[in-house]
């Protein structure tokens, strides 16, 4: 509690500088009801703050907050671990009460770097690429999986700290990219939480017919600040109605992999899981134009280093190292007034593959969306749907918002999975859930 005031006061000198100040607070209640349990999934209250300082010269302070109430629910049943978290991106570091969560959301200092030029340096969110509920070149920030992918991408995506420089480089806008931070993708607790990963694609399972124990080991996070850095490079440039980009990162997968052996506890064999960080090089590039009332989107990239779950008895660690090219095709439609329908087609290919990994060499899924502003844009209703064509799982999404006044915002939400229970949404097929989310501005 001590560190929480030491920060609130290190903050005040800003309302006394010379400039713009603004600032912008929201209080939202969520709560969700799991239909299959009839339990409550999630009942929480969140504070947001943002503030906002623009200097005499251009230059901006910008520092947001997030402090989480967990009410109750079944998301994080006692206190999350956050093994993922680096020492400086924690916010346990200045006020640890659960289940009153803090977070240090943003907080960085933006200028201008020479005519054409800019330079942002602090915790911040960089996001590349357009895609839509899946991830093909959104990899700078690592994402918080608590609520599988149900929470929007600005609310899940973590912040790191980080140095952000744009400058011009002939035809291109030229951004460089390094983040000393070593946060990585967070998971809910294993074999805790309503969205605690268990398919076997993802978490290593004992072989079918064995009923072995799983011991998972903590992760074994990187930590050395400079040597663990990860770096990116993105050039971007339109040419007539084509924005084209060429992206680069030589970086560590927010995702650990894992590595398992057979061990002897006891009496009694155990598979022990240690999950593990890899370095990997990722470069692809994006294209998207405007051809009357569509809108056309592109991505690709390739990871030079893939681990996935390797299930074949003669393995010696439990894991199968190859590569991946994943790509997504994207089609917008404007036509008809108010509204847009989207359509996205994605692959995952790896460079190799055997009989005994979890899923095929080519990986796809499809999404399907249809968003329509009412009632003189006060109101939106949206429909989406995720399919994964190899495993026959989905999962259907629908949410009405509604601007009650203009300080207060309601969603309604219904969220369906089905499908193999091994599946990537097949896995919470006993997660169906309908949810509430009241906001209110000030």
């Given at each position: 509690?001590?560190?929480?005031?030491?920060?609130?006061?290190?903050?005040?000198?800003?309302?006394?500088?010379?400039?713009?100040?603004?600032?912008?607070?929201?209080?939202?209640?969520?709560?969700?009801?799991?239909?299959?349990?009839?339990?409550?999934?999630?009942?929480?209250?969140?504070?947001?703050?943002?503030?906002?300082?623009?200097?005499?010269?251009?230059?901006?302070?910008?520092?947001?907050?997030?402090?989480?109430?967990?009410?109750?629910?079944?998301?994080?049943?006692?206190?999350?671990?956050?093994?993922?978290?680096?020492?400086?991106?924690?916010?346990?570091?200045?006020?640890?009460?659960?289940?009153?969560?803090?977070?240090?959301?943003?907080?960085?200092?933006?200028?201008?770097?020479?005519?054409?030029?800019?330079?942002?340096?602090?915790?911040?969110?960089?996001?590349?690429?357009?895609?839509?509920?899946?991830?093909?070149?959104?990899?700078?920030?690592?994402?918080?999986?608590?609520?599988?992918?149900?929470?929007?991408?600005?609310?899940?995506?973590?912040?790191?700290?980080?140095?952000?420089?744009?400058?011009?480089?002939?035809?291109?806008?030229?951004?460089?990219?390094?983040?000393?931070?070593?946060?990585?993708?967070?998971?809910?607790?294993?074999?805790?939480?309503?969205?605690?990963?268990?398919?076997?694609?993802?978490?290593?399972?004992?072989?079918?017919?064995?009923?072995?124990?799983?011991?998972?080991?903590?992760?074994?996070?990187?930590?050395?600040?400079?040597?663990?850095?990860?770096?990116?490079?993105?050039?971007?440039?339109?040419?007539?109605?084509?924005?084209?980009?060429?992206?680069?990162m030589y970086h560590y997968n927010d995702a650990p992999f894992f590595e398992t052996r057979l061990s002897m506890e006891g009496a009694r064999p155990v598979i022990v899981v240690r999950?593990?960080?890899?370095?990997?090089?990722?470069?692809?590039?994006?294209?998207?134009?405007?051809?009357?009332?569509?809108?056309?989107?592109?991505?690709?990239?390739?990871?030079?280093?893939?681990?996935?779950?390797?299930?074949?008895?003669?393995?010696?660690?439990?894991?199968?190292?190859?590569?991946?090219?994943?790509?997504?095709?994207?089609?917008?439609?404007?036509?008809?007034?108010?509204?847009?329908?989207?359509?996205?087609?994605?692959?995952?290919?790896?460079?190799?593959?055997?009989?005994?990994?979890?899923?095929?060499?080519?990986?796809?899924?499809?999404?399907?969306?249809?968003?329509?502003?009412?009632?003189?844009?006060?109101?939106?209703?949206?429909?989406?749907?995720?399919?994964?064509?190899?495993?026959?799982?989905?999962?259907?999404?629908?949410?009405?918002?509604?601007?009650?006044?203009?300080?207060?915002?309601?969603?309604?939400?219904?969220?369906?999975?089905?499908?193999?229970?091994?599946?990537?949404?097949?896995?919470?097929?006993?997660?169906?859930?309908?949810?509430?989310?009241?906001?209110?501005?000030?």
């Amino acid at each position: 509690m001590f560190n929480f005031f030491i920060f609130a006061i290190a903050a005040l000198p800003v309302l006394a500088l010379a400039g713009e100040f603004d600032s912008d607070s929201k209080i939202s209640y969520q709560t969700a009801e799991n239909i299959s349990a009839g339990k409550l999934s999630k009942s929480e209250t969140r504070f947001y703050n943002a503030l906002s300082y623009q200097t005499d010269s251009d230059g901006r302070l910008f520092l947001s907050t997030r402090l989480r109430w967990n009410m109750s629910g079944q998301l994080e049943p006692g206190e999350p671990d956050q093994t993922a978290f680096s020492p400086i991106s924690d916010g346990r570091k200045i006020y640890d009460n659960y289940p009153f969560q803090f977070e240090l959301r943003e907080a960085y200092y933006r200028d201008t770097l020479g005519e054409e030029g800019t330079l942002i340096l602090g915790k911040q969110q960089v996001v590349w690429g357009q895609a839509d509920g899946v991830t093909v070149l959104d990899i700078v920030n690592p994402m918080n999986y608590r609520e599988f992918i149900l929470e929007d991408p600005e609310e899940a995506r973590i912040p790191t700290w980080m140095a952000n420089i744009v400058v011009p480089a002939g035809p291109f806008d030229m951004q460089l990219l390094w983040i000393p931070d070593q946060t990585y993708t967070d998971f809910p607790n294993y074999n805790e939480g309503e969205f605690a990963i268990r398919s076997r694609r993802l978490i290593p399972q004992a072989p079918a017919g064995l009923t072995l124990p799983v011991e998972r080991r903590r992760a074994e996070r990187p930590d050395r600040p400079i040597k663990d850095s990860d770096v990116g490079m993105a050039l971007t440039t339109s040419v007539d109605s084509w924005d084209f980009s060429l992206n680069y990162m030589y970086h560590y997968n927010d995702a650990p992999f894992f590595e398992t052996r057979l061990s002897m506890e006891g009496a009694r064999p155990v598979i022990v899981v240690r999950e593990r960080y890899e370095r990997t090089h990722t470069v692809g590039g994006s294209a998207s134009t405007s051809i009357n009332d569509f809108v056309l989107r592109s991505e690709l990239a390739h990871t030079t280093h893939r681990s996935i779950i390797d299930y074949d008895p003669s393995s010696e660690n439990g894991r199968f190292r190859t590569n991946d090219t994943s790509y997504v095709l994207g089609l917008d439609y404007y036509g008809v007034a108010e509204s847009v329908f989207s359509a996205q087609f994605y692959q995952s290919i790896l460079g190799g593959t055997t009989d005994y990994l979890p899923r095929k060499k080519v990986d796809t899924i499809m999404t399907f969306l249809y968003r329509k502003d009412l009632m003189h844009q006060r109101d939106s209703f949206e429909a989406r749907w995720l399919t994964n064509n190899n495993d026959g799982d989905g999962l259907f999404r629908l949410q009405y918002a509604s601007k009650l006044t203009k300080s207060i915002k309601s969603t309604l939400g219904l969220d369906v999975f089905y499908g193999d229970k091994n599946g990537l949404f097949g896995q919470f097929h006993n997660n169906d859930r309908i949810q509430l989310k009241l906001d209110y501005y000030f």
